[in-house]
């Protein structure tokens, strides 16, 4: 798989079967993943590493299946996303609770976060690991909605700098007054 160095985008969903990708991982060149409802691929996602991926802009994870998962990336395993990433999508982690910090060290080029359907998500990144971003989309987040508002969340000043935020489809940033 690691030899097809033409291949610049893959998508595989809905995988629920015992698969997973060859010990030599993904495709370096790729410029645009995405990964949903396909657990045992997420896993060897995880375990591998995204670090090798130098050429990865864009990166979707639905984590239908992934009901184990309660940080992203996964804390204690030490997995650095790809500095190259421009928009990171994250849905359907029934049980996320935070997002571990350290792995979005050296994202300078992270203009658009955009995390859907997490349930139990409380916490974004530290602020500084958000310093580039220009968009952020969160939608059916309740609790982390409630921690981003401007008036009493904890996570307000976190994405008080982004210049365009939205949270199930209310744009918060920027105000109508603004």
Avoid at 81 to 102: A, G, K, Q, R, V
Wanted: charged share 20%; with cysteine; net charge negative.
């Amino acid at each position: 798989m690691a030899s097809i160095t033409s291949l610049r985008q893959l998508c595989v969903c809905n995988c629920s079967a015992d698969i997973s990708f060859p010990s030599e991982g993904f495709p370096a060149n790729l410029t645009s993943l995405e990964i949903s409802n396909a657990p045992k691929i997420y896993r060897s996602l995880v375990e591998r590493g995204l670090n090798r991926l130098t050429s990865l802009q864009g990166l979707t994870i639905g984590g239908g299946g992934c009901s184990n998962v309660v940080s992203f990336p996964e804390e204690g395993i030490g997995m650095m996303l790809p500095p190259s990433l421009t928009c990171i999508s994250l849905t359907e982690f029934e049980n996320l609770e935070f997002m571990f910090s350290e792995g979005f060290q050296d994202l300078a080029s992270l203009k658009e976060l955009v995390i859907g359907n997490c349930p139990n998500l409380t916490s974004l990144p530290e602020k500084d690991m958000l310093r580039s971003l220009g968009c952020l989309y969160i939608y059916s987040c309740p609790l982390l909605k409630e921690e981003c508002s401007s008036d009493k969340g904890r996570e307000w000043s976190k994405i008080s700098h982004i210049p365009f935020v939205q949270i199930d489809g209310k744009i918060v940033i920027p105000r109508e007054s603004d």
